[in-house]
């Protein structure tokens, strides 16, 4: 089946600090790529949609600014928490569609950030 | 608003039958998906239904009725390893979709 990896898969930073998340698919091409949030005991957010060699598009309530996603290739997406803080912490997932199928979401691992 | 219900907590029996179910108000509907999340992972994909009626795949079966807004995920012999959350989400459009806040599902020896 299709793998999605995310890296890192934990980190800790200082308050003010960035932090880069990286999302591949490792096995096929993703046109799309998704970046959610989720707090303990809680559902999936989504946060913003990537598509592969344009901007990405933000859901209401979410800083673009802040977070700031690069889609540079077809397995490639990162994102950019800016200027920590202790309320960014959280669960970072991101998933990518295959564009064979179109419909299913493969997701990564997830990225823990904690930010002290 | 768009919204979509599921049970927060279901308990069952090793080898039991358990039904989780699902509603949901979207403006759009493109399909509704199953997914199940162990504490600390990311989902992994169960079911796919966008058309009325019950998908079967092994132990784990879905069904949808489109008119009613109402989803369950159907999970026969239950085995201690299917303790975990199950998302129901809708996908309201292209490139856009919605998730429950989750069952967490116990099983119990």
């Known amino acids: 089946g299709a793998v999605v990896s995310q890296h890192p898969s934990r980190v800790i930073c200082k308050s003010g600090t960035s932090v880069k998340i990286e999302c591949r698919s490792l096995?096929?091409?993703?046109?799309?790529m998704f970046w959610y949030r989720q707090f303990p005991k809680q559902s999936l957010m989504l946060m913003a949609t990537?598509?592969?060699?344009?901007?990405?598009?933000?859901e209401q309530g979410v800083e673009k600014d802040k977070f700031l996603i690069n889609h540079a290739s077809l397995t490639l997406s990162t994102l950019t928490v800016t200027s920590a803080h202790p309320e960014d912490s959280s669960f970072y997932i991101c998933?990518?569609?295959?564009?064979?199928?179109?419909?299913?979401?493969?997701f990564g691992p997830g990225t823990r950030l904690t930010v002290t | 608003g768009q919204n979509i219900d599921q049970p927060t907590e279901m308990t069952a029996t090793e080898g039991a039958i358990v039904q989780i179910n699902c509603t949901y108000q979207?403006?759009?509907?493109?399909?509704l998906f199953w997914y199940q999340q162990h504490a600390g992972e990311a989902p992994t994909f169960l079911s796919y239904?966008?058309?009325?009626g019950l998908e079967e795949k092994g132990r784990f079966s879905s069904f949808l009725s489109r008119s009613k807004g109402y989803s369950y995920l159907l999970l026969k012999e239950l085995q201690m390893k299917d303790s975990a959350s199950y998302l129901c989400?809708?996908?309201?459009?292209?490139?856009?979709?919605?998730f429950g806040t989750g069952t967490r599902l116990k099983v119990l020896a």
């Open positions: 998933s990518a569609l295959d564009r064979e199928t179109s419909y299913e979401q493969y």
């Open positions: 989400a809708v996908s309201t459009g292209t490139y856009k979709y919605i």
């Open positions: 979207t403006s759009g509907f493109n399909g």
């Open positions: 096995d096929f091409q993703a046109t799309t």
């Open positions: 239904n966008v058309l009325d």
């Open positions: 990537s598509n592969e060699g344009s901007k990405a598009t933000y």
